[in-house]
């Protein structure tokens, strides 16, 4: 295994880095560019079924569950259909209605890297049981949710994921999410075909971005894990999409550097969090360019007003943003729901050296394992 690491000291460094290449590999094969289409050919459901479909339900644990947060917008966004994520752990023990017996309508969407978590399968048995097909992204070959998804597994084709915090993997599910999305749209008419043009290209581009982001915001996030290591909290906010990217920051710091961190919604931070914040406390905004910009803005400057220390991260060349936050993190632009892929690699990277720096273990946190197979 040390071999493996090549030069990396730990495999969540080497794993942040793959990034564009798991990218591009979960891409491969599956787009038509000349013909602007998606070639999901690995999910066993037609045109007709996809069309039935008016309602998913993604399960997920832990990253993949805020990989499934995500997918929500992206479903109901491209393919105007309505999805309920749930923890796969509360949605086996709710007794869910799927769909009534004369409306063969519901699918559910398991997203999981190890294919083998017990809550996952537990909700993909359920579903069954009640006669509603499944489709599972899915990284590890084989696995148990790949077989037991009737609807098809979804392959992320990452590669071996070693690290206990999941960088690559969550990275690829975002784009398998949205894969499978575009694939939605293009059987229920909801995009035309000048609009999938429109997405393909941006997943062409998306992991050169990808690279893009790694080289040019890692000196900064080495600084700012120097200057803010030592903190006992940090707060994320975000809104919308990049809500779950919030939450995933959270998470990753908290997983491997045992700082207490959580993600909010901007717009709650006002109902709770806002009363944590002090000169001491980091504040990381994900701030892009979208429908929401000004609110996240405004969210910032009620930061700036409780003496928060702000991180933002926002768009390359963003100097509204420089000027409003302590620090910007800039990322290249992409199509606003595909930043999140861009968004979440800093925060990777602030988290990692933030344990480093704490003299963390960062591929084996205390008391975490990388695949739960047991309750
Ligand atoms: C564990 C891992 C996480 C992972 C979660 C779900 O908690 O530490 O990194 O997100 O399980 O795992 P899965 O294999 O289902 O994606």
Known sequence: IAAAKGDYRH????EIDEQPRALMDVL????????????????RLSDADLRRVRRIYAVACGTAWHAGLVAKFLIEQLARVRVEVDYASEFRYRNPILQSDDERDALLLAITQSGETVDTLAAMEEARNQGVSSVAIVNAIGSQAARLADGGPIYLHAGPE?????????????????????????????????QIREHIQALIELPGKAAQTIEQTTPLC????ERYHKASNALFLGRQINYPIALEGALKLKEISYIHAEGYPAGEMKHGPIALIDEQMPVICIAPRDHIYEKMVSNIEQVRARHGQVIAIGHLGDELLAEKAHHLIGVP???????????????????YHVAVLRGCDADQPRNLAKSVTVE
């Open 11 to 14: 495999f969540m460094q080497k």
């Open 28 to 43: 491969r094969g599956r787009i038509d560019q000349e013909h602007g289409r998606i070639e999901l050919t690995d999910i």
């Open 162 to 194: 070693i690290g206990v915090a999941s960088t690559k993997a969550f990275t690829s599910m975002l784009v398998a999410a949205y894969l499978f999305a575009l694939r939605l749209a293009q059987a229920r008419g909801t995009l035309t075909p000048a």
């Open 222 to 225: 080495i600084k700012l894990a």
């Open 333 to 351: 632009a992409t199509l606003p729901l595909l930043q999140p892929v861009l968004n979440v690699i800093p925060l990777q990277i602030f988290a």
